[in-house]
């Protein structure tokens, strides 16, 4: 091994004690076995995995992969088979070979198990170490801690995060939904962590330059109805932020049935301040409202005439008694302060909802 495996010459000497035992107790298991001759066809695959790889901790699985135990088994069965005619009278030989094929035939097997187990407890431990990362960054309590737990996960984005909500898909085993959004994360060049809570799949994105495109890179991997994304937040620990707009534009997305999908949670300002989102409200008030009350003492007043007037112009220069040019020249700052057009449907609603809010609030600055 020493010789041939260049892998086995850089392990430590423990590691290489426990891999001599193991080829040890293969060995003596084929002896055993051959010895015993009770008729069995072939030794039993897991009393083979307990006896041969059982000698061997189970940490050990994580030092030496399946190839490399591949090329350990293969080269055991080789200098087995380059003794047996050495060692044996010529006329045994033949039964000897056909009982090592046999033999090694169940090792193969019995190794498969081994790190089929072990591939099997290590992703069941992953996808509870997931959903641990994915829940502190939804209670805001992600800290040292959860950056570590997210790097033993392989997480490695730098740059951006966002956080996208949605329905799980019916019919996709809870089991295999995590690995099929990963992969379509790393086909748009981002990282991702997900967790399945109830009906509800969330995904944490990294690397994330636009959250709307982000997000389209996962979205056909949610089911049916609304899919949100939060703000784009600086870092795994700051993620908090694009979480809570996430999951208060999720709960309130059906007041908007004809949403783009996806959907930025600030496209939801106004259903979220309807269903009670304080952060909503704040966000229409300060950076909406005010801005046109410290601009112009007639832009909230010709915004509000317009709007109660059905968004007609004309309407809105006959009541305010001024040109309509005047009004249309008001709405296009209106446009520019805020960002929303009143001539938009859909931001005419937000300006009026911002309008109430504001002036609910009695803030002038």
Do not use: C, M
């Given at each position: 091994m020493d010789a041939e495996l260049p892998w086995f010459r850089d392990l430590s000497a423990q590691d290489r004690s426990w891999v001599g035992l193991i080829v040890q107790a293969g060995?003596?298991?084929?002896?055993?076995?051959?010895?015993?001759?009770?008729?069995?066809?072939?030794?039993?695959?897991?009393?083979?995995?307990?006896?041969?790889?059982?000698?061997?901790?189970?940490?050990?699985?994580?030092?030496?992969?399946?190839?490399?135990?591949?090329?350990?088994?293969?080269?055991?069965?080789?200098?087995?088979?380059?003794?047996?005619?050495?060692?044996?009278?010529p006329e045994d030989v033949p039964l000897v070979h056909a009982a090592v094929l046999r033999y090694a035939r169940e090792v193969a097997f019995a190794t498969a198990e081994v790190y089929a187990r072990a591939a099997e407890t290590r992703g069941a431990w992953d996808a509870?170490?997931?959903?641990?990362v994915v829940d502190a960054v939804l209670r805001a309590e992600a800290?040292?801690?959860?950056?570590?737990?997210?790097?033993?996960?392989?997480?490695?984005?730098v740059g951006d995060v966002a956080v996208v909500l949605g329905s799980v898909p019916e019919g996709t085993p809870a089991t295999d939904l995590p690995e099929e959004v990963r992969r379509a994360a790393r086909a748009a060049g981002l990282e991702a962590l997900c967790a399945v809570q109830g009906d509800r799949l969330v995904v944490l994105l990294g690397?994330?330059?636009?959250?709307?495109?982000?997000?389209?890179?996962?979205?056909?991997?949610?089911?049916?109805?609304?899919?949100?994304?939060?703000?784009?937040?600086?870092?795994?620990?700051?993620?908090?932020?694009?979480?809570?707009?996430?999951?208060?534009?999720?709960?309130?997305?059906?007041?908007?049935?004809?949403?783009?999908?996806?959907?930025?949670s600030i496209e939801l300002l106004p259903e979220r301040?309807?269903?009670g989102d304080g952060h909503a409200r704040r966000h229409l008030v300060e950076e909406v409202y005010l801005p046109l009350v410290r601009a112009r003492g007639t832009m909230t007043e010709t915004l509000a005439t317009y709007l109660d007037e059905g968004s007609?112009?004309?309407?809105?220069?006959?009541?305010?008694?001024?040109?309509?040019?005047?009004?249309?020249?008001?709405?296009?700052?209106?446009?520019?302060?805020?960002?929303?057009?009143p001539t938009r449907p859909r931001d005419a609603f937000v300006l009026r909802i911002a309008l109430v809010l504001g002036r609910q609030s009695g803030r002038t600055d």
């Open positions: 060995i003596r298991g084929f002896v055993d076995w051959f010895r015993a001759d009770d008729g069995t066809p072939a030794p039993d695959a897991n009393k083979l995995a307990a006896s041969v790889f059982g000698a061997a901790p189970r940490a050990l699985a994580g030092v030496i992969n399946l190839q490399q135990t591949v090329d350990l088994v293969r080269l055991s069965i080789a200098v087995v088979e380059s003794d047996v005619d050495r060692l044996l009278d509870r170490l997931e959903a641990l800290d040292e801690s959860v950056l570590s737990r997210a790097s033993a996960l392989g997480w490695g984005a690397g994330v330059d636009d959250p709307r495109v982000a997000a389209e890179a996962v979205v056909g991997r949610f089911g049916e109805g609304p899919v949100v994304v939060g703000p784009a937040a600086d870092d795994l620990t700051a993620a908090y932020a694009s979480a809570r707009a996430a999951v208060s534009a999720h709960r309130a997305a059906a007041g908007w049935p004809g949403a783009p999908r996806p959907v930025q301040a309807l269903a007609s112009i004309e309407g809105a220069a006959r009541t305010l008694f001024v040109h309509p040019n005047t009004v249309r020249y008001r709405l296009r700052q209106v446009t520019a302060l805020t960002g929303y057009s």
